[in-house]
């Protein structure tokens, strides 16, 4: 019996998906990592106010699921992942050949 096509998909889902689409715009890119460093507000809050999460649904999977039901030996999960954001933005705003902010 074949399998499915989407047996064992994995894919960027909205939250990275939509990442990769705004890390097309420096500025939008500048206005996250601002946030990401300074905001009180956490994770799902930051990208929700940034048009990454949409819905109620997804803010409540990535504060729910993400940042707290899985990996129950990292908690707290939050911290890491914004600064692993935080790392790839900054790494994202730089050419990769001579170090220099992309405009």
């Given at each position: 019996?074949?399998?499915?096509?989407?047996?064992?998909?994995?894919?960027?889902?909205?939250l990275?998906?939509?990442?990769?689409?705004?890390?097309?715009?420096?500025?939008?890119?500048?206005?996250?990592?601002?946030?990401?460093?300074?905001?009180?507000d956490?994770?799902?809050?930051?990208?929700h106010?940034?048009?990454?999460?949409?819905?109620?649904?997804?803010?409540?999977?990535?504060?729910?699921?993400?940042?707290?039901?899985?990996?129950?030996?990292?908690?707290p999960?939050?911290?890491?992942?914004?600064q692993?954001?935080?790392?790839?933005?900054?790494?994202?705003?730089?050419?990769?050949?001579?170090?220099?902010?992309?405009?």
């Open positions: 019996m074949p399998r499915s096509l989407n047996a064992g998909n994995v894919s960027k889902g909205h990275l998906g939509r990442l990769d689409t705004v890390s097309r715009d420096p500025a939008k890119l500048n206005q996250i990592l601002d946030d990401l460093r300074n905001a009180p956490d994770l799902a809050g930051i990208y106010k940034h048009g990454i999460l949409r819905t109620a649904e997804e803010i409540s999977h990535i504060r729910h699921h993400w940042c707290a039901a899985w990996f129950p030996q990292s908690q999960l939050e911290p890491l992942l914004r692993g954001f935080i790392t790839a933005i900054e790494t994202a705003l730089r050419d990769p050949d001579t170090g220099t902010v992309r405009e």
